[in-house]
């Protein structure tokens, strides 16, 4: 009888070590299986599909709300991507900075890049062209102050490109491109605008029908004429979006892209010349 219970107890002991054990081994496999994945980072290049057409949506001068939220609100709720080119000028009370920093935080979906601080000393393009120093610090100031992820920047009143050693613009703007170039930013411009004009007690309103835009789109695919083969930059302002109606064109420009199966939306970090080509 003592042989026996001793034997019972050794075996009792055995299987709770085996069971541990396994345990053991299964909480390894779940720490595994439950590993975070990293967060990406701006800037990483992309494979590109040559059949896929690939639409790179630029928003300008933000924050501006209610246009900046209500843009958000829209991709967010498409699923798309698109790339705010923010001004410091326009950002200074603590609501528009978080505005600003819930885009920030929001990549891949969303990516904030340098417009410059005083969107080109208040619009007086000339002045800010003719002095280099002064507009680069306006740039590293507003890169700075918004944390602008990138060396990407968009610059105003004027489409420029500078990547990849190249240089493309107006003339008047070259002396502040090569600083730009020198100290490894890109520069990007636009291959279409979504333009505005100002209505009186309205404020700045779409000029093209989201149907003409759409064409505007299709038909510089089908031309081939754009900065980069197979891709379009649009160039609109957050400011144009304000009141509702225009929100749901928005809506419906989104949506009525999305039904193309080419059509692919990226952040302005994955162009091809920022990338330096198309990998």
């Known amino acids: 009888m003592k042989t026996l219970t001793f034997t019972s107890f050794a075996l009792l002991i055995a299987f709770v070590l085996f069971i541990g054990c396994k345990g053991s081994g299964d909480k390894t496999a779940n720490k595994d299986s439950t590993a975070v994945v990293a967060k ?13 057409h690939y639409i790179f949506l630029t928003w300008d001068d933000g924050p501006q709300p209610p246009g900046t939220t209500n843009c958000k609100r829209v991709f967010t709720e498409q699923g798309i991507k698109a790339t705010f080119f923010v001004v410091g000028f326009n950002a200074p009370s603590p609501s528009k900075l978080r505005i600003v920093e819930g885009l920030r935080n929001s990549y891949p979906e969303f990516l904030i890049a340098n417009h410059s601080y005083s969107h080109g000393f208040n619009n007086k393009y000339k002045s800010f062209y003719e002095h280099p120093d002064s507009a680069i610090q306006d740039f590293m100031r507003n890169e700075k102050m918004l944390n602008v992820p990138v060396k990407i920047i968009r610059l105003p009143g004027n489409t420029a490109w500078v990547g990849k050693g190249e240089m493309k613009g107006p003339k008047s703007t070259m002396p502040v491109c090569q600083r730009l170039q020198d100290l490894g930013y890109n520069v990007i411009g636009w291959d279409i605008e979504w333009q505005f004009y100002n209505k009186p007690h309205f404020g700045s309103v779409p000029k093209q029908s989201v149907d003409q835009i759409i064409k ?5 695919f089908d031309s081939d004429l754009n900065n980069e083969p197979n891709t379009v930059v649009l160039l609109a302002h957050d400011r144009m979006f304000e009141k509702q109606q225009y929100v749901d064109s928005l809506t419906k420009f989104v949506a009525t892209l999305k039904k193309d199966p080419r059509n692919v939306f990226e952040t302005i970090d994955h162009y091809p010349l920022v990338q330096g080509g198309v990998k």
């Open 40 to 52: 990406p980072v701006p800037g990483t290049p992309i494979k590109y599909d040559s059949t896929k």
């Open 216 to 220: 505007e789109i299709n038909d510089s």
